[in-house]
């Protein structure tokens, strides 16, 4: 009870302390530029969706970006959303989902456990009970269940970085390993959605993105010398390397990655976690800002203009899907809750690198 009343002071403090900042009207200096096409993705969702939702991977992802607009703007209210969402759900990861759809909230609760040091450890002990049995199974020779890109960010790749220790490590790296040697695309430096698309041309956005958002996340939870951290840099290198050369002139990619005409729609959410992804590379200085900059800022162009429309709806969001040809042709207001997040995180990143623009968390 000690633990959640501190919780619950940090949340009234963070309060305070918005509303101790100065406002235009105080003639303080202007708020980073970029703030307000967050918010108002942010708070169309949240005015949408008041009460808390469950803690499956469509919901979580909303809550990544929730929280990364919080580290950014400051605003109380984000924190407090995600918190109510994560008590809701107690802390826990959905029970009942198919294969590893459903850790995907792991790293949303260790968002919110990294936000608050005195934040009691058992509000994250769902999500080390989930690593601790996977690398238990990784340990027994069952190093398969990331046979699909999904699988790699919704798996919670990033949190067995987070736990640490060798053997988690370890059970990371072979986990990793197998989607690797089996449906990723060496030669165009592309993956696959799964096996059934081996051996041909068709490489789904949202599917190449899970991958980056995966790596560079994992990337930034693993010690600077750790032996795996400059293999996945290399590949989230060549990666982007190949993004950048199919890249629309409006600044998105659309479904299909190499075929562009033949689903010409935009596609945010594969944008957005594209542009995440180099943005947060090139602050973490494994990425060239003065070519994938441009990039960046293009990308992040049409997300705010073009995707994001005027009542607050990020649209362009291709549904649920594992291939390029599902909800065609996507329109300009088709959205979702993980549309919204990763636009968010998207948005956030981009701001990092927008003079003038700097996280508060």
Request: charged residues 20%.
């Given at each position: 009870m000690a633990s959640r009343s501190r919780w619950s002071l940090a949340i009234a403090c963070s309060l305070v302390a918005g509303a101790l900042l100065p406002t235009a009207a105080s003639a303080a200096p202007a708020a980073c530029s970029e703030e307000a096409p967050i918010r108002a993705a942010a708070d169309h969702w949240i005015a949408g969706n008041a009460k808390p939702a469950d803690s499956t991977w469509f919901n979580s992802l909303f809550i990544k970006g929730d929280i990364e607009a919080y580290k950014l703007t400051g605003d109380a209210?984000?924190?407090?959303?995600?918190?109510?969402?994560?008590s809701h759900n107690k802390w826990k990861l959905p029970a009942g989902t198919p294969n590893l759809d459903g850790p995907e909230a792991a790293q949303e609760?260790?968002?919110?456990?990294?936000?608050?040091?005195?934040?009691?450890?058992?509000?994250?002990?769902?999500?080390?009970?989930?690593?601790?049995?996977?690398?238990?199974?990784?340990?027994?020779?069952?190093?398969s269940?990331?046979?699909?890109?999904?699988?790699?960010?919704?798996?919670a790749l990033s949190a067995f970085a987070y736990f640490g220790g060798s053997t988690n490590i370890d059970a990371m790296a072979k986990l990793f390993a197998y989607p690797e040697s089996h449906i990723y695309d060496s030669k165009n430096s592309l993956w696959w959605r799964d096996s059934r698309w081996v051996g041909t041309t068709q490489h789904w956005s949202r599917g190449n993105g899970w991958i980056v958002a995966a790596l560079v996340d994992t990337v930034a939870n693993l010690p600077a010398g750790d032996s795996?951290?400059?293999?996945?840099?290399?590949?989230?290198?060549a990666m982007f390397a190949k993004l950048k050369s199919?890249?629309?002139?409006?600044?998105?990619?659309?479904?299909?990655?190499?075929?562009?005409?033949?689903?010409?729609?935009?596609?945010?959410?594969g944008t957005s976690l594209y542009t995440y992804g180099m943005a947060k590379a090139i602050q973490a200085g494994y990425l060239d800002s003065a070519t994938y900059l441009p990039v960046v800022q293009k990308a992040w162009g049409w997300l705010k203009t073009k995707a994001l429309q005027s009542n607050g709806v990020v649209g362009y969001v291709q549904g649920p899907s594992s291939h390029?040809?599902?909800?065609?042709?996507?329109s300009p207001t088709a959205t979702s809750n993980y549309g919204t997040g990763m636009f968010l995180m998207a948005g956030v990143e981009a701001a990092k690198l927008t003079?003038?623009?700097?996280?508060?968390?």
């Open positions: 209210k984000y924190l407090s959303y995600a918190t109510a969402w994560a609760y260790i968002d919110l456990y990294q936000l608050d040091p005195k934040h009691p450890a058992a509000d994250i002990a769902d999500a080390k009970a989930y690593v601790d049995k996977e690398t238990k199974k990784v340990e027994g020779g069952k190093s269940d990331m046979s699909y890109v999904d699988a790699v960010r919704l798996g795996h951290r400059a293999h996945y840099i290399a590949l989230l290198q199919v890249q629309q002139s409006g600044g998105y990619w659309t479904a299909d990655v190499d075929h562009p005409s033949a689903y010409p729609a935009p596609e945010s959410s390029p040809s599902q909800y065609q042709p996507i003079p003038g623009c700097s996280a508060r968390f």
